[in-house]
């Protein structure tokens, strides 16, 4: 199973940006997003 954890690190994103991403929440930039 894939955590939040290896997803940041294979993005180059911190854990907190993808969990943003992933519920929809916050502000992520569109370049990071995509």
């Known amino acids: ?17 993808v969990s943003r991403v992933l519920n929809g929440t916050g502000y992520v930039s569109e370049e990071t997003e995509i």
């Open 1 to 17: 199973m894939v955590s939040i954890d290896d997803v940041a690190k294979r993005a180059g994103v911190s854990t907190a940006t």
